[in-house]
T-cell receptor
């Protein structure tokens, strides 16, 4: 069973719009929640990460919102650009990194 | 990430063949990992190694084996390849911080 559930599987957003990807987890031992970005033909790379002691972290146009009581976290991409088109993976770390299934984002120009 | 290299980048093989995928890193990290990526399933951990003498199975180790030849080298072998091992394979490394992982460019494997 998947320990980290990610939705949607794919997402199409207009340039300038907001992209939102959601993840949920069950294991309360997870203590670190990164998001990875993967471009075609490349390996995933760390985009932004959060720890459960904060509810939000922002880096440029990318924001993680974290709801500890609901065991959910989400990635918001503001002012989405065609260059943001990629696959995004949420993940959770306890003693190993566990990945969500991924979201393919396409930003239309 | 050029600090983590994988060879080959693409491989086509036949059912029953033994193949090896290689990973090298210049990041000086002790911890190395092998994942496979399948559409709709994300990245799943095959094996991981915290140092040269430490090898651990991940969630999908059946049909795979690994060798940690040195701190910088970690190889994945498919003893007898089967078609459902067709996937994208990634090597990753991490340091003592162990939370952030750095991925190689991947090997695309097709088993006929």
């Amino acid at each position: 069973q998947q320990q980290v559930k990610q939705s949607p599987q794919s997402l199409i957003v207009q340039k300038g719009g907001i992209s939102i990807i959601n993840c949920a987890y069950e294991n309360t031992a997870f203590d670190y929640f990164p998001w990875y970005q993967q471009f075609p033909g490349k390996g995933p790379a760390l985009l932004i990460a959060i720890r459960p002691d904060v509810s939000e972290k922002k880096e440029g146009r990318f924001t993680i919102s974290f709801n500890k009581s609901a065991k959910q976290f989400s990635l918001h991409i503001m002012d989405s650009q065609p260059g943001d088109s990629a696959t995004y993976f949420c993940a959770a770390y306890g003693n190993k990194l566990v990945f969500g299934a991924g979201t393919i984002l396409r930003v239309k120009s | 990430d050029a600090d983590v290299t994988q060879t080959p980048r693409n491989r086509i093989t036949k059912t029953g063949k033994r193949i090896m995928l290689e990973c090298s890193q210049t990041k000086g990290h002790d911890r190395m990992y092998w994942y496979r990526q399948d559409p709709g399933l994300g990245l799943r951990l095959i094996y991981y190694s915290f140092d040269v003498k430490d090898i651990n199975k991940g969630e999908i180790s059946d049909g795979y084996s690994v060798s940690r030849q040195a701190q910088a080298k970690f190889s994945l072998s498919l003893e007898s390849a089967i078609p459902n091992q067709t996937a994208l394979y990634f090597c990753a490394t991490s340091d003592l911080n162990r939370e952030t992982q750095y991925f190689g460019p991947g090997t695309r494997l097709l088993v006929l």
